[in-house]
């Protein structure tokens, strides 16, 4: 069965810093990321890794938030840094396995705000 396990969400004033995790098992992913919803919009990819490493982030992250993985362990971390206001959302980890299945995790909230 597979399970993933996000952490690390939170309230944090602007230009402060966060770091998701998401522990993944359960199968052989080939690409992990992140995601994330805001209230009345759509969700929207942040960034993410294949297992080879090629990362991708969307424009409005880069330079700010930095994607990690360790393919030993299935994890995959979103160090976010120089929050503002706008990153404020659900996040979700999501995983693709080497058939092609998509999993989700449960999401976890940022809320950046003073």
């Known amino acids: 069965q597979v399970q993933l396990v996000e952490s690390g969400g939170g309230l944090v004033q602007p230009g402060g810093s966060l770091r998701l995790s998401c522990a993944a098992s359960g199968s052989i992913f080939i690409a992990m990321g992140w995601y994330r919803q805001a209230p009345g919009k759509e969700r929207e990819l942040v960034a993410s890794?294949?297992?080879?490493?090629?990362?991708l982030y969307a424009n409005s992250v880069k330079g700010r938030f930095t994607i990690s993985r360790d393919n030993a362990k299935n994890t995959v971390a979103l160090q976010m840094n120089s929050l503002k206001p706008e990153d404020t959302a659900v996040y979700y980890c999501?995983?693709?396995?080497?058939?092609?299945?998509?999993?989700w995790g449960q999401g976890t909230q940022v809320t950046v705000s003073s």
């Open positions: 890794i294949r297992a080879g490493g090629t990362t």
């Open positions: 999501r995983a693709v396995s080497d058939t092609a299945n998509l999993y």
